[in-house]
């Protein structure tokens, strides 16, 4: 499998599961997130995905968009992965409503199918 597809098929890994998290939060407060265990767990893992398959994006694609903060995207999979129990909720509810929102604008739209 070559880059170009490499790319297109992990973006649209990352865009289905930032739109999932986005679908299934919207207008919740940090209160009713974490209120949700299952919902919490679910976007946990969601994030940890994402992050996942940015790291499998080519070097060439992450450098063409600079602007993504692509460490913060690992370094947010890394803790909770490693601090799972410890999560702080407050920084997952505000990477929900501002960041994810920012990262879907700056990935290119969803190939089809």
Known sequence: MDNQKAD????RRMVT???????HTA?????????NEVLTDSVLFRLIQVSENADKLSSSF???RAGIPWRAIKGLRNR??????????SVVHDA??????????ALPPEPPR
């Open 8 to 11: 297109e098929y992990y973006i």
């Open 17 to 23: 599961d930032l739109k999932f998290i986005l679908d």
């Open 62 to 64: 992450r450098d063409q």
């Open 96 to 105: 929900v409503q501002k960041d994810i929102p920012e990262l879907l604008r």
């Open 80 to 89: 909770i992965v490693h601090e799972y129990g410890k999560v702080d909720l």
């Open 27 to 35: 207008e919740l407060s940090q209160a009713e997130l974490e209120a």
